[in-house]
């Protein structure tokens, strides 16, 4: 049961006391609480919005695998905020070659208000039993004279609040406090964790009179530089989300002002209205390698849990945030909230369903920030258009002998790139199936990070890109 103790000057809870704590209240910390709850434990989700605000995330609206959500939230909850079900492909706009392409996206799509999306969130998570403290800011970590994680230190509305939990979820997003506030030298948890691994976005909801004719399309375009893309995402025919987004290891963008410049290009906007503004950052990286010490997991962006190539970040949190309750519950019911070890099953878990496939999906990042946009646009104009959703979305594909042949003729001029980009391919390969290899338990982990280094350092040296961790 949750317990309170002491008063705050502002007649609050001082002490809080959960088997769980959450911090974040969005899709992973969610989903994390409401498997928590669902199975009969305490959690307590702290949330620095207040709780008309919570939910609301900067985000693309864009949801793939969006009939696929685990069960302590289902997707019947989630579904009034599905305003667009009608989309079933890509449309990739290259100007530099005045082309569009129309990629089939596979999986079932859906555009979504996120907002809405959040508070149904919530309501699901509460309806299973979890506690929500909104307006409240975690500002600090605990931890025992052991380093185990014991609780979090937050500020709610002025007072300081004590959260002490069994575990500690960091379901905070990119860039969470709590990992810069926690000690973690000695657990096997990732701190190789820098802001070029990360994306800066910013979005726009914009209604326009006349309906849009790609209502059935989640467009994307390239920026002027090929680390960053811009996308129009149809909520509906006449309300668009729109937005960009750049590697931060990039020169920054004028976010506000280059997307202010393409919708004005564009005739579709004349007279649009912009109803609502966000911008924030997400990893663009390989998960996580570990996102477990002592006391405390990582879950969602707060530990790179997004398909490096699309930004694509809501099923990975929700899974996460499900996988890392189920072991937290089994390490309270097992007496072993202190060691590491017991939370282990979660990164396998995590490697297993999507993280190793987007560990191999960064390769692609990293050769991306090597090549010139030009050339690699172009080449994207010539690749046949299945192949290149197989390529987003599965980490590797094949090309028949026949399409090979077509590719080649149109793709004349772009050849070395394409040899660089086969051998990049293999690498990719080899890092996925390192990856399917993912040690049982810590005991293996370093001997699995050296070769995984070393199959990077090989990424390196033939895409001739600045090392990425
Ligand atoms: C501009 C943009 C566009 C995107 N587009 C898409 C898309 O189209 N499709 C897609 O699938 N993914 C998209 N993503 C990624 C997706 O939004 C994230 O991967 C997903 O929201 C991750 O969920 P999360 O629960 O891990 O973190 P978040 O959704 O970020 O939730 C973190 C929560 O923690 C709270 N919090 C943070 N710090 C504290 C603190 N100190 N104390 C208390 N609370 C705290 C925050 O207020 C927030 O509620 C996009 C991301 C961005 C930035």
Redesign the pocket.
């Given at each position: 049961m949750t317990t309170n103790t002491g008063d705050s000057a502002g007649g609050g809870p001082r002490t809080v006391t959960a088997d769980i704590v959450v911090?974040?209240?969005?899709?992973?910390?969610?989903y994390a609480a409401a498997t928590v709850a669902d199975a009969g434990y305490d959690a307590v989700v702290?949330?620095?919005?207040d709780e008309t605000e919570?939910?609301h995330?900067?985000?693309?609206?864009?949801?793939?695998g969006a009939s696929d959500f685990p069960e302590a939230i289902p997707k019947s909850r989630l579904e009034p905020a599905f305003t667009n079900t009608g989309v079933d492909h890509g449309r990739f706009e290259i100007p530099q070659e005045d082309t569009v392409l129309e990629i089939p996206v596979p999986g079932e799509l859906a555009v979504i208000d996120?907002w809405e999306y959040g508070r149904c969130l919530i309501e699901g998570a509460n309806d299973s039993g979890a506690t929500f403290h909104y307006d409240?800011?975690?500002?600090d970590v605990l931890q025992d004279e052991t380093g185990r994680v014991t609780g979090v230190k937050?500020m709610r509305k002025g007072d300081p609040v004590t959260y002490e939990a069994d575990i500690v979820i960091d379901?905070?997003?990119?860039l969470?406090?709590?990992q810069d506030k926690t000690d973690l030298e000695d657990a096997t948890f990732d701190t190789n964790v820098q802001y070029s691994q990360f994306?800066s976005?910013?979005?726009e909801i914009i209604e326009v009179d006349e309906p849009v004719e790609w209502d059935d399309a989640l467009v994307f375009k390239p920026t002027e530089r090929s680390a960053g893309y811009l996308?129009y995402?149809p909520r509906t025919d006449t309300e668009i989300?729109a937005?960009l987004?750049f590697q931060m290891n990039e020169e920054p963008m004028e976010l506000v002002d280059d997307l202010k410049r393409d919708l004005e290009d564009r005739s579709e906007f004349e007279g649009a209205t912009v109803k609502d503004k966000?911008?924030?950052?997400?990893p663009t990286r390989r998960p996580y390698d570990s996102a477990v010490a002592p006391g405390f997991m990582a879950?969602?962006?707060?530990a790179g849990?997004?398909n490096p190539t699309?930004?694509?970040?809501?099923?990975?949190?929700a899974y996460?945030?499900k996988y890392a309750a189920e072991q937290a519950i089994e390490a309270i019911e097992s007496g072993r909230t202190d060691d590491e070890a017991a939370l282990w099953e979660y990164n396998e878990r995590v490697m297993d369903h999507f993280g190793a496939r987007y560990a191999a999906l960064d390769v692609y990042n990293i050769f991306t920030t090597a090549y010139d946009v030009d050339d690699l646009m172009a080449l994207l104009a010539s690749l046949p258009g299945e192949k290149l959703a197989e390529a987003l979305y599965g980490g590797s594909t094949s090309i028949g002998l026949g399409l090979k042949i077509k590719t080649a003729i149109k793709s004349f001029g772009h050849w070395g790139t394409i040899y660089d980009l086969y051998q990049t391919k293999s690498l990719a390969d080899r890092l996925l199936a390192h990856y399917e290899d993912y040690p049982a338990d810590p005991s293996g982990f370093e001997a699995w990070q050296r070769e995984r280094n070393d199959i990077m350092d090989d990424i390196y040296e033939l895409t001739g890109a600045d090392p990425k961790y």
């Open positions: 911090v974040g209240a969005g899709t992973s910390g969610c702290v949330e620095r919005k919570a939910g995330i900067a985000c693309g609206d864009a949801l793939k996120r409240t800011v975690v500002q937050a379901g905070a997003g990119a969470s406090i709590l994306c976005a910013y979005r996308w995402f989300n937005g987004g966000l911008g924030a950052a997400l879950v969602g962006d707060a849990h997004v699309t930004g694509g970040g809501i099923a990975g949190a996460a945030g």
